[in-house]
């Protein structure tokens, strides 16, 4: 995937001192790196602090950028990295402050909908499926949902994450076979629809 010539117009623009470009040149991809950030995270409040670092470090090192790659999968790249260093943050200071892991109530997510009883449907399939994702590894999770949500191919998901294309295929065949386990131990009713 190749950046646009209004892209490129838009970072020149930005390094050219006018920054408020910026805006319309992320605004394309707000909602899928919010999509992302919270995939990764599971938590809404932590997701809106990734998506929003991420664009912080996209601002600052712009210049940096590589016109021969996709803006967007730099853009995700950015925020994969932002989660995975939270994750091992969060995993340090579990590791150090034993007592302390599991006394932060996680943020709910979803929002009511005109049917409040679809709408607790869908927030409760939702869970159903986000918890689903906690029996995967940091890395597996991010290849999942990059490569099956985010609908990124094997090369740009590897190279949002810094890894080979085997390694996404290995991972992203672990993570589909979790998947599965959890689902038919765990959510038994998803696989009756089948």
Not at 35 to 52: F, P
Not at 106 to 125: I, Y
Not at 139 to 151: A, K, M, N, P
Request: net charge positive.
């Amino acid at each position: 995937m190749r950046m646009n010539e209004t892209e490129k117009e838009l970072i020149a623009m930005v390094l050219s001192g006018r920054t408020e470009a910026f805006e319309p040149l992320v605004t394309p991809y707000r909602g899928r790196l919010l999509a992302l950030a919270s995939r990764l995270t599971r938590n809404r409040e932590e997701a809106l602090d990734v998506a929003q670092e991420a664009l912080l470090r996209a601002f600052r090192a712009l210049g940096r950028f590589d016109a021969s790659r996709s803006f967007g999968n730099w853009l995700f790249q950015i925020a994969a990295n932002e989660a995975r260093d939270r994750y091992r943050k969060k995993t340090r200071e579990r590791a150090a402050f034993p007592n302390l892991a599991g006394r932060v109530p996680s943020a709910t997510a979803g929002s009511a909908a005109s049917d409040p009883e679809a709408g607790h449907d869908r927030r409760e399939l939702r869970a159903d499926i986000l918890r689903s994702l906690a029996a995967l590894s940091p890395r597996e999770r991010e290849v999942f949902v990059l490569r099956d949500l985010e609908e990124l191919d094997v090369r740009e998901t590897s190279r949002v994450l810094g890894c080979s294309n085997l390694s996404v295929r290995v991972h992203l065949s672990a993570a589909r076979r979790k998947l599965r386990e959890a689902i038919r131990r765990d959510l038994p009713h998803l696989e009756e629809g089948r």
